[in-house]
């Protein structure tokens, strides 16, 4: 048996730009907030004589 391999319609292009610069954003955004948090929990150890 012999199968041939036809081409079809191209695919369309996905995935531009626009979603690796969302993806940066987000990614940027949760390290932020994660350091953030960090040193908000850091600094209310030291109030209270030591880090926790």
């Given at each position: 048996m012999k199968v041939v391999n036809n081409a079809g319609q191209a695919l369309p292009n996905t995935g531009g730009t626009g979603t690796k610069l969302f993806t940066f954003s987000g990614g940027a955004i949760i390290?932020?907030?994660?350091?953030?948090?960090?040193?908000?929990?850091?600094?209310?150890?030291?109030?209270?004589g030591g880090i926790q």
């Open positions: 390290a932020a907030s994660s350091l953030m948090y960090g040193y908000k929990k850091r600094q209310k150890g030291k109030k209270k």
